[in-house]
Nanobody
Framework: QVRLVESGGGLVQAGGSLTLSCKPSGRTFRSYAMAWFRQAPGKERDFVASITWNDLTTSYADSVKGRFIISRDNTKDLVYLHMNSLKPGDTAVYYC?????????????????????WGQGTQVTVSS
């Protein structure tokens, strides 16, 4: 059962911006760290960014640091990924994920094994 729903993907020119949203379905993830991963065709699913359940700490992959911002609004139970200065290399399916551990003090390791719930993904395509 899919319990996270991503939205906001699309086609954008290089240098443009997009904001992805992630909303839970059927339960809340307010007490869980959240993350975004991405997977390009023929490649592994890679970590992009994560945020603690209490919004105190964020972590980013080097490839997106300074361009992407992860945020959350626990009053609305939403997680966002604000993507700026997009490059063709950012083209991928973007997945939202929830930590497998409740109320973790910090961010999980940037590995898919740390996350227990996933969305179905949203396509982001950046044209040159």
């Amino acid at each position: 059962q899919v319990r996270l729903v991503e939205s906001g993907g699309g086609l954008v020119q290089a240098g443009g911006s997009l904001t992805l949203s992630c909303k839970p379905s059927g339960r809340t993830f307010r007490s869980y760290a959240m993350a975004w991963f991405r997977q390009a065709p023929g490649k592994e699913r890679d970590f992009v960014a994560s945020i603690t359940w209490n919004d105190l700490t964020t972590s980013y992959a080097d490839s997106v640091k300074g361009r992407f911002i992860i945020s959350r609004d626990n009053t609305k139970d939403l997680v966002y990924l604000h993507m700026n200065s997009l490059k063709p290399g950012d083209t991928a399916v973007y997945y939202c994920a929830a930590d497998s551990r409740v109320l973790r003090p910090g961010v999980p390791r940037p590995d898919t094994s740390e996350y227990g719930d996933w969305g179905q993904g949203t396509q982001v395509t950046v044209s040159s």
